[in-house]
């Protein structure tokens, strides 16, 4: 059994499914496996990944658990609490079927019960994969000591995000007990709940692409952003405040983080394209709604690795508070080569809806739209992207 904990999952997962069942809590999704590497699963594959699929059936929150959160997550209200509490993965939600070394996984169900399960799918898909082939990890412990000395001589303030393309949950736990032994202060937590609860760190994260995602296929696509920020306002009051900058393309989401929005948030999370001219642009919006950028927080999150996180770091210059996520580079490299792959949001039906409505993901960079084409092809149209 590779999720024996039901903390093992990264946080913005709680966030989204509180702020779900508080806004669209009849809301219905179905998410995709997308193998945007075209990795071939071994024989028995699917098999092996619907016994761990089955097994969540009796991963249930415990007492120490919610304590933890209690404690540390401030902004969850009793209510949802109480729905944690009551929570019970549902296997039947989950479709798993192969052809050949191709895999297909579909997620589908309510939102706010299905949403916990991208990232425990995910780590289990990574786990079982380099099992099933017999690749072993190798130079750990090594490799994860002399990062976290890099990181720390330069002073770069560091979370950890790495759950979902992990080697193993073990390697994982090792990597943030060597980061949090060898960072001092640097480290600043970890998206995943469980382990900041066994190593006494800060869970981070905020919301996923999905949030702007469903908001985007059900008020359209020249609404999302603004919409998204707005009911997450609503919900947190101000807390957990690094917006999601690039679901429809960074420069369509600074048209819609006004005034308002560039004063209320911490900051702005970059996940893809340029992080130098994300830099600069930011830097220039601040600046034209007469925000000082040192107030606020850049969190880097894009396959970040040590040279490119010393870059950035220079060509910040502490104009602003930069904070760097990082994950597959931490916690899977061991001699393999990760997989490159993403659980995305396809359809939405909204309450009251009679279909399911396409829902895509634009970026910063053209080869990771996620979405059917001809709705991403649409988005860009409604856009002016194209």
Not at 81 to 92: C, I, S, T, V, Y
Request: with cysteine; net charge negative.
């Amino acid at each position: 059994m590779i999720i024996h904990d039901f903390l093992d999952n990264d946080l913005y997962k709680f966030t989204a499914m509180n702020a779900i069942q508080k806004k669209f809590p009849d809301s219905e999704v179905v998410y995709r496996f997308v193998n945007r590497g075209n990795a071939s699963f071994p024989p028995g594959f699917a098999d092996a990944l619907r016994e761990e699929v089955e097994a969540m059936a009796g991963v249930v929150l415990s007492k120490e658990n919610e304590k933890f959160m209690r404690a540390k997550c401030y902004y969850f209200d009793s209510v949802f609490f109480d729905l944690l509490k009551g929570f019970r993965f549902n296997p039947a939600e989950v479709k798993v079927s192969q052809e050949g070394g191709k895999l297909d996984v579909e997620i589908r169900g309510l939102w706010y019960r299905t949403v916990l399960w991208e990232v425990p799918l995910m780590a289990m898909i990574s786990e079982l994969y380099f099992r099933m082939t017999g690749q072993v990890a190798r130079d750990l412990e090594r490799n994860a000591t002399e990062k976290a000395k890099a990181f720390a001589d330069i002073k770069a303030e560091i979370s950890e995000f790495g759950t979902r393309r992990r080697y193993s949950f073990d390697v994982q736990d090792r990597v943030i007990g060597i980061l949090k032994e060898n960072m001092k202060g640097l480290l600043n937590g970890t998206s995943n709940v469980y382990f900041a609860m066994k190593y006494d760190l800060t869970p981070m994260g905020t919301h996923p692409h999905e949030w702007f995602m469903y908001h985007g296929a059900h008020f359209g696509y020249r609404s999302a952003n603004a919409l998204a920020l707005e009911n997450w306002v609503d919900v947190y009051d101000g807390y957990l405040g690094i917006a999601l900058t690039d679901t429809y393309t960074s420069d369509n989401f600074f048209n819609s983080f006004d005034t308002k929005y560039a004063k209320l948030f911490d900051g702005l999370r970059w996940d893809s394209g340029d992080p130098f001219e994300f830099t600069e642009k930011a830097l220039e919006h601040y600046r034209k709604h007469r925000v000082d950028p040192k107030s606020k927080t850049i969190v880097y999150s894009d396959a970040l690795d040590l040279d490119g996180v010393k870059r950035i770091k220079a060509f910040v210059n502490g104009r602003l508070h930069d904070v760097y996520g990082i994950g597959t580079y931490l916690t899977n490299d061991v001699g393999v080569t990760p997989l490159n792959m993403v659980i995305k949001l396809f359809e939405c039906r909204p309450k009251g809806s009679e279909v399911f409505l396409p829902a895509v993901k634009l970026s910063d960079v053209e080869g990771k739209h996620t979405g059917y084409p001809d709705e991403v092809d649409l988005c860009l149209s409604i856009l002016r992207l194209k």
